[in-house]
């Protein structure tokens, strides 16, 4: 009878010594790939909830496996242990003191395991919210890591001599090295180190866990572990060399990087709601004296942002869409509680400014300068955060659900230090890019350059243009008060209309939007702000903003300073009539007359409609489908890379032979055609001793030619030299000839060498310039 085994008593199943090395390779394999997280998170905070699923997955597969439990039991384990530990690590703020489950934190983990994934492709990076949003490196590490530790447990070891089995074991580590990356961001995290480490030990480990046949001697055993070894150097050389090497010239820059978060629509477009600035007469005369909201924390000066307009099309200014948007214009990103900064700012903080929603109902949400933390406090808004998107580029905040009375913030923001035109004499323009403004009339141009006069400097030429529309203007909102009727709109006839009568009448709308195209005729950056300016005494603590307090102005990008704001809108209301005697009317013969047809139909709508019509008009009956870009796209890229620059060299080059060829003296176009074999030679990879003189240079030309007929460079070399130095004259078919020998050369070189060289010689460029100027520096230039 045998005694058995501790193993056998209790009903344990060990790993094998070689089933350990399993898993500690897979398992560092699998910590490679969970790196690639680093760029969306913006720091390492994501490791602890990522190294713990990593460290719980591996835990669960091996006890379930130690104790031999079934699929089901071992599901059951896993789970429990997952939404057990999940807790603590990855939403630790919602655990009970940090460490024990709670109902929330078990729904956060519940939602971040399948909502999580979505959520962080088009959150704003760095990812700080939502809570929840830790548990997709936690649930990434800790599904791979109990699949693949299993696979070594239960599987690997039962057939150790079948190679492909361990190749499936790799899928899972692969999935999550590629998984981060693609939910990653355009600048990867040390991608050809992490690259290059990943495929050296993956493929080391598939040549060493290769076992032989049983029967191997112990000679040859020893023979097949030098081998081996032998193998696995060359592997990590090959390993280092090639994929260091395909990274440095294969790799795509960043900005083409294929990531998935630069693939997603964003789910808000600012084009589907109409232009803010398009509605201003409607606070300006049909809620004028209503509460839209109120607001806690205002300091004197401050005026509340509601959106950013950049884009002009010819009859509006509108915040810049998606498709438009440029590197200035910013996009709106789903966003937590903390807000990307602008960078781009003479900042000056404000903290805990409470805005209550009183009368307002849209999407555009009042805030102050550019807000870096935003909390809801109260109302239907506090349900609807995860609807909150973010403009860091212009201040602009979007609640794609709407506002309603009774819902209430809180936001910590920067502002932009007031600075006045003596202040920025000498302060150039910013180079920020915006999108073009569209349709724009002449008379803006043509009254930019007169109201600047002689200024010289861009502060000095706004200030002039500034004070020019608010000393000579006149305000008028077009209420059934004002002395004269305005007109609204922003668009190119409206402008032209303010512009070209005889007095400028109008309002923030008009002006704003004169003055912003003005800057913009200069090239200087400049857009429109539309928001509320309430009048602040300093010792109110709330604040009620009406209708009446809506304004725009406009801002300008200085250098190193930021967006300074300009306000072009007179404060004259009382407008002088126009003396200029009417002329007598006199009888005439009645006539019938046709029908006026002085407006076109377009004059009749909004300019919301003429947005919308534009949009239809511009549809096209057949568009491809989006595969066809994305196949086109995929064949064109590497085709650019490689094609590019070898059409570049081969220009060139070209240019260079022409000129050698071409020269006005035939001796020197004899020299020119040495010169172009050498060149080509070197190209081709040969050893040049460029310090040397012709003849030697033939000789060791000719000890690496790979052809088996002689090339005779060494008679060539001799008679470049008589036509260079003899002093005798050269005839032109002299010259001809050696080019002729100098190409046929060439030619039977490149037959010899291997496509390799032939292929990387059209991306080099080589110049016998040097070795001329050291012939010609050592007195044997032909006198």
């Avoid at 005694?3 to 090395?21: E, H, I």
């Avoid at 493929?203 to 055993?221: D, N, Q």
């Avoid at 139909?601 to 595969?627: H, I, K, M």
């Avoid at 033939?698 to 002093?727: H, I, M, N, W, Y």
Wanted: proline share 7%.
């Amino acid at each position: 009878m045998t005694t058995p085994t501790p193993n056998d008593s209790k009903g344990l199943r060990m790993p094998s010594p070689r089933t350990w090395f399993d898993i500690a390779v897979l398992v560092v394999l699998m910590a490679l790939g969970l790196m690639g997280f680093e760029p969306s998170f913006g720091s390492y905070n994501f490791l602890l909830p990522a190294i713990g699923g990593l460290v719980l997955g591996a835990a669960t597969a091996i006890g379930t496996s130690l104790f031999r439990l079934g699929l089901i039991p071992t599901t059951l384990v896993a789970l429990a242990a997952y939404f057990l530990i999940a807790s603590p690590l990855a939403v630790p703020q919602q655990a009970i003191i940090g460490v024990l489950p709670s109902l929330q934190s078990l729904g956060s983990v519940a939602v971040g395991s399948v909502y999580g994934w979505a959520d962080i492709l088009t959150l704003a990076t760095p990812v700080g919210a939502p809570q929840y949003i830790a548990v997709v490196p936690y649930a990434a590490t800790w599904i791979v890591s109990i699949v693949s530790v299993t696979l070594a447990c239960r599987w690997l070891s039962t057939r150790p001599r079948a190679p492909w089995r361990f190749a499936v074991a790799l899928i899972g580590p692969l999935a999550l090295y590629l998984a981060s990356i693609l939910i990653g961001t355009e600048q990867p995290f040390q991608a050809g180190a992490r690259g290059v480490v990943f495929a050296a030990l993956a493929l080391i480990w598939l040549g060493w866990r290769r076992e032989g046949s049983a029967s191997v001697a112990a000679e040859g055993a020893a023979r097949l572990r030098k081998r081996k070894l032998a193998g696995t150097a060359i592997v990590v050389g090959a390993a280092i060399l090639l994929g260091g090497g395909a990274g440095f010239w294969i790799a795509p820059p960043n900005d083409q990087r294929f990531v998935l978060r630069e693939e997603i629509e964003p789910p808000f477009d600012p084009l589907e709601y109409p232009s803010p600035l398009s509605g201003y007469r409607h606070y300006t005369k049909q809620v004028t004296d209503d509460v839209m909201f109120t607001v806690e924390g205002l300091q004197q000066g401050d005026r509340i942002r509601l959106a950013t307009m950049d884009s002009f099309t010819g009859k509006l200014w509108n915040v810049t869409g998606p498709d438009t948007a440029a590197d200035g214009s910013g996009a709106f990103q789903l966003v937590g509680r903390t807000l990307p900064q602008q960078r781009f700012v003479t900042p000056d903080a404000r903290n805990d400014v409470v805005f209550t929603i009183a009368g307002y109902d849209d999407v555009w949400m009042p805030s102050l300068g550019y807000a870096e933390d935003l909390e809801f406090l109260g109302g239907d808004a506090v349900e609807e955060r995860d609807n909150l998107r973010y403009n860091a580029a212009t201040g602009t905040a979007v609640l794609t659900s709407g506002l309603d009375a009774g819902d209430s913030y809180r936001i910590d923001a920067t502002v932009q230090q007031p600075l006045s035109a003596e202040e920025l004499r000498d302060v150039g323009a910013a180079s920020v890019e915006l999108p073009p403004v569209l349709g724009v009339p002449d008379v803006v141009t043509t009254k930019a350059q007169e109201f600047a006069a002689s200024a010289a400097t861009p502060a000095q030429q706004l200030e002039a243009i500034r004070s020019a529309l608010a000393l000579q203007g006149f305000l008028s909102h077009g209420r059934a008060s004002d002395t004269v009727p305005s007109r609204a709109g922003h668009g190119a006839d409206r402008i032209t209309d303010l512009l070209e009568r005889n007095q400028m009448v109008g309002d923030e709308e008009q002006y704003a939007s004169a003055f912003a195209l003005m800057a913009r005729s200069f090239g200087y950056p400049a857009r429109v702000v539309m928001g509320f300016a309430p009048e602040i005494t300093g010792d109110e603590e709330l604040v009620e903003v009406t209708g009446d307090d809506v304004t725009a102005w406009v801002e300008v990008a200085f250098d190193g300073v930021g967006w300074v704001s300009f306000d072009p809108t007179p404060e004259e209301t009382d407008i002088p009539q126009d003396q200029t005697p009417k002329p007598r009317s006199e009888p005439q013969p009645q006539v019938r007359q046709p029908p006026r047809m002085d407006n076109d139909d377009e004059d009749l709508l909004s300019p919301v409609e003429l947005e919308e019509n534009d949009e239809e008009d511009d549809e096209l009956p057949f568009e491809l489908p989006g595969w066809v870009y994305v196949l086109a796209v995929s064949l064109l890229v590497p085709a650019l890379i490689v094609f590019v620059p070898m059409l570049i060299v081969a220009l060139i080059k070209a240019r260079r032979m022409r000129r050698r060829r071409s020269a006005a003296a035939p001796h020197d176009a004899v020299a020119g055609a040495w010169d172009e074999m050498i060149d080509r030679f070197s190209e081709l990879g040969f050893s040049v001793p460029r310090a040397s003189t012709r003849l030697r240079m033939a000789e060791a030309l000719e000890r690496q030619a790979p052809t088996e007929e002689p090339l005779k460079l060494r008679q060539l070399a001799v008679a470049t030299d008589a036509a260079v130095f003899s002093g005798d004259e050269v005839e032109p078919e002299r010259s001809e000839r050696s080019w002729s020998e100098a190409e046929a050369a060439v030619a039977a070189v490149r037959a010899g060498v291997s496509r390799m060289r032939r292929f990387l010689s059209r991306y080099r460029v080589r110049s016998a310039r040097d070795w001329a100027k050291k012939m010609a520096d050592g007195g044997t230039e032909r006198r």
